[in-house]
């Protein structure tokens, strides 16, 4: 079932993403990772892809699952 999230004011839909940085990127933002690959599993020590999420904070990225970010995000590091 697709969903959409507001990323910088902009709609974005998905449905198979399985985190919250594939969806920023589907969204054509360049966000930067250091220890996140999308074929092995998700370690999110590093914090470069911090994002500002609605009413959560700053969150890595690469370690949210895009279905339960029932807010609008993202805005890069502050
Ligand atoms: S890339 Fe390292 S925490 Fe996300």
């Known amino acids: ?9 902009k ?10 940085l594939e969806v920023i990127r589907k969204a054509g ?18 914090r470069l892809c911090l994002v500002n999420v609605e009413k ?3 969150v890595p990225a690469c370690s949210i699952n895009p279905g339960r970010s029932r807010y609008g995000c993202c805005n890069k590091q502050q």
């Open 1 to 9: 079932m697709e969903k959409i999230l507001t990323i910088n004011g």
């Open 11 to 20: 709609k974005v839909s998905f449905d198979k993403e399985k985190n919250l």
């Open 29 to 46: 933002i360049e966000l930067p990772t250091f220890c996140y690959h999308s074929e092995l599993s998700t370690y999110g020590a590093c």
């Open 56 to 58: 959560r904070g700053l």
